[in-house]
């Protein structure tokens, strides 16, 4: 990303989101709390992607809807355009969500089966007061033919489309309102390989057409590599490293970066059989209780004593190359 | 080696509100003993609806069987009496399921379930199953696995739960494992172990393994040979250096062009499939990959291709020669 594209869009400074968890029927009183996100900080510049990775239960997807106040963050700020959107007033906020949108994961659960195509993507025009019926239903059209389906299928109602289709139809949704940072909730993880290229393919293509910001989360490496411009690995709620595509994948610094890309199989048997793999012992600990210190070192093979006791400071350790470890 | 297993000609069909819908269709391979075959395919291909055939294990109604045999050490499972069919199953090809959160019996102890084939096929008693269970447990690398024992499988994790459920499958030290989709609902660092454990006890047992994913990547590191699926049949067999570095099906590369590489150097567009994987209320005349086809002619509109021997270890269904693009000779 050059010249005037080059800002920042979205700014995250030390979101955390804790879910409290609850013990007695009518007396309710918290015993504990779910660490899903401790502390992550990142910059997204306007036009890049960035790719969001970790296993499942590190937080990923919470930081995502911490970011659109779909869950209240505990503490830390969210900047969108310079406005911090965890102390905006709730009609500010509803303004801002115009420019914020997001794909979600399951295109099977995020569609009301009770509504039509057209209805579903021409809902967030209604909601925003934002063009009368008539128009309402050109600028459907318009969506349906630029996500590639046809715009004769307005009037069906989604269980009369594929997976791959039905996507499609979310990421028109999600398009209507024009909006210039889009969040992808895993969009591709629950499609057929040979459909997951095509989808890939077209949020690629829109970005192109219309400037999009992307924050891509995933748990699929390869395909991260695909999309993203700079790419983030979270683990236990915090984010272990964060560099540019190329330097996070030919440069891993944290033990667990490495430990995750070695783990990624390559479709190609001679590549696979000089591989060296770095196999980790061991499960993600829990969430409600995460290790002191370091939270990766319970599974690091490179831990020391200083890891159980300070926790590693998420540093620049060259221009643009983030990383939280002790022995880096 | 000899052939542990040979399929010929397996066909297999589901009679719904719908209509019949043709799962598999004339399906056949063959396992040599030790040997890893993976069988590749997206959803609704037919490919654990293969194994779960040979298996007996599809429920009827509403499936059937209604073509072809499965010989194993020379006896056709698919003729066998229940009785004896039920001292194959567990004991000498067994299975392990895609989803290790329930494919087990969340109200038993672990150690009761993983002993259960022993108490059944070699009639140990409780006292010894247990004593062997321990062993297995701990073969598969779960910690204190004595202690374990009286365990619930809620109380396991997802990896631990599938290892516990390839402990299961290995107490009798079967000839043939089969594995539906192991790891398709684990982390990749937890696959990582899954697969590397796998390949320890196929070279310690010496066992016979048919694989089953939708992941290239995997079974680039893990089979001797590849069968790839499409709409009930087997369209691409060879042996995996030969499928990866030599494609001759258009499904097949268009599958391998769909997926980025973490190796790759130059950013490239993805090769997209376009449309969707039939559902074969009928079994097809034509080619059922043709509509999606980028190579498609005349002839694949009209005749289904049969499989073809293109190499020395390489079959191919196809007419046309995606190398030359003129019709294959």
């Known amino acids: 990303?050059?010249?005037?594209?080059?800002?920042?869009?979205?700014?995250?400074?030390?979101?955390?989101?804790?879910?409290?968890?609850?013990?007695?029927?009518?007396?309710?009183?918290?015993?504990?709390?779910?660490?899903?996100?401790?502390?992550?900080?990142?910059?997204?510049?306007?036009?890049?992607?960035?790719?969001?990775?970790?296993?499942?239960?590190?937080?990923?997807?919470?930081?995502?809807?911490?970011?659109?106040?779909?869950?209240?963050?505990?503490?830390?700020?969210?900047?969108?355009?310079?406005?911090?959107?965890?102390?905006?007033?709730?009609?500010?906020?509803?303004?801002?969500?115009?420019?914020?949108?997001?794909?979600?994961?399951?295109?099977?659960?995020?569609?009301?089966?009770?509504?039509?195509?057209?209805?579903?993507?021409?809902?967030?025009?209604?909601?925003?007061?934002?063009?009368?019926?008539?128009?309402?239903?050109?600028?459907?059209?318009?969506?349906?033919?630029?996500?590639?389906?046809?715009?004769?299928?307005?009037?069906?109602?989604?269980?009369?489309?594929?997976?791959?289709?039905?996507?499609?139809?979310?990421?028109?949704?999600?398009?209507?309102?024009?909006?210039?940072?889009?969040?992808?909730?895993?969009?591709?993880?629950?499609?057929?390989?040979?459909?997951?290229?095509?989808?890939?393919?077209?949020?690629?293509?829109?970005?192109?057409?219309?400037?999009?910001?992307?924050?891509?989360?995933?748990?699929?490496?390869?395909?991260?590599?695909?999309?993203?411009?700079?790419?983030?690995?979270?683990?236990?709620?915090?984010?272990?490293?964060?560099?540019?595509?190329?330097?996070?994948?030919?440069?891993?610094?944290?033990?667990?970066?490495?430990?995750?890309?070695s783990a990624v199989p390559i479709p190609d048997p001679v590549a696979e059989e000089v591989r060296q793999r770095i196999i980790l012992q061991g499960d993600v600990p829990s969430p409600v209780n995460p290790p002191s210190g370091c939270r990766f070192r319970t599974r690091c093979p490179l831990a020391a004593k200083i890891c159980a006791e300070v926790k590693p400071e998420f540093r620049e350790v060259s221009p643009g190359h983030f990383v939280a470890c002790h022995m880096v | 080696m000899a052939d542990i297993l040979n399929v010929q000609g397996l066909e297999t069909v589901f009679r719904t509100r719908e209509g019949t819908v043709h799962a598999v269709n004339g399906v056949s391979y063959h396992l040599k003993e030790g040997e890893t075959l993976g069988i590749v395919g997206e959803s609704g291909c037919g490919k654990s609806v293969t194994v779960m055939s040979m298996l007996r294990l599809i429920p009827s109604p509403p499936g059937q069987v209604v073509a072809g045999t499965a010989h194993y050490l020379g006896k056709d499972l698919l003729k066998m009496t229940d009785e004896e069919i039920r001292q194959v199953r567990g004991a000498q090809i067994s299975m392990i399921f895609q989803d290790p959160m329930t494919s087990f019996n969340p109200v038993l102890t672990i150690g009761r379930q993983v002993s259960e084939p022993l108490e059944a096929h070699m009639g140990m008693t409780h006292t010894q199953s247990y004593d062997r269970v321990a062993e297995m447990l701990q073969m598969v690398g779960i910690p204190r696995a004595k202690e374990r024992l009286n365990d619930y499988p809620h109380q396991f994790s997802g990896g631990m739960r599938q290892r516990v459920m390839i402990a299961m499958a290995l107490t009798c030290n079967p000839q043939v494992l089969i594995a539906d989709e192991p790891t398709t609902a684990l982390d990749v660092t937890i696959q990582a172990q899954i697969v590397e454990l796998v390949k320890r006890l196929r070279d310690e047992l010496g066992m016979a393994i048919i694989w089953i994913t939708h992941d290239l990547g995997i079974i680039a590191g893990l089979a001797d040979r590849v069968a790839v699926m499409y709409a009930g049949y087997i369209i691409e067999e060879a042996s995996v250096k030969e499928l990866y570095s030599n494609p001759c099906h258009p499904y097949t590369l268009g599958l391998l062009g769909s997926l980025p590489r973490m190796d790759e150097q130059e950013r490239r567009r993805l090769i997209s499939i376009e449309g969707m994987p039939p559902v074969l209320f009928e079994k097809p005349t034509s080619c059922p990959f043709a509509p999606r086809c980028k190579y498609r002619v005349d002839r694949c509109l009209q005749e289904n291709p049969p499989l073809q021997q293109v190499g020395p270890d390489h079959w191919v269904a196809c007419w046309e020669d995606v190398k030359t693009g003129g019709p294959r000779q």
């Open chain 1, 1 to 261: 990303m050059t010249g005037t594209n080059d800002y920042v869009l979205l700014r995250v400074e030390n979101l955390v989101k804790h879910f409290p968890i609850t013990k007695g029927i009518f007396i309710q009183k918290q015993i504990g709390a779910v660490h899903a996100v401790d502390g992550v900080s990142f910059n997204i510049l306007r036009g890049e992607t960035l790719g969001l990775v970790g296993e499942s239960g590190c937080g990923k997807s919470t930081t995502g809807r911490a970011i659109l106040q779909l869950h209240k963050p505990t503490s830390g700020h969210v900047f969108f355009e310079g406005e911090d959107l965890v102390t905006m007033r709730a009609e500010s906020l509803r303004r801002m969500r115009r420019k914020m949108q997001m794909i979600f994961q399951d295109p099977y659960a995020s569609l009301n089966p009770r509504m039509t195509v057209g209805e579903i993507i021409g809902e967030p025009l209604v909601i925003h007061n934002l063009a009368p019926k008539k128009e309402a239903e050109e600028r459907v059209q318009q969506l349906l033919r630029l996500v590639g389906l046809n715009p004769s299928y307005s009037n069906r109602y989604p269980h009369e489309f594929s997976g791959g289709q039905r996507q499609r139809i979310g990421v028109a949704r999600a398009l209507a309102l024009q909006p210039s940072l889009i969040i992808c909730d895993e969009p591709i993880s629950a499609l057929d390989v040979s459909v997951q290229a095509q989808v890939v393919n077209l949020l690629e293509d829109l970005q192109h057409q219309f400037n999009l910001t992307y924050l891509f989360i995933a748990h699929d490496l390869s395909m991260v590599r695909h999309i993203s411009t700079r790419v983030a690995v979270m683990y236990l709620g915090v984010i272990g490293e964060l560099a540019a595509r190329e330097e996070l994948y030919t440069n891993p610094l944290h033990p667990y970066t490495q430990a995750l890309l």
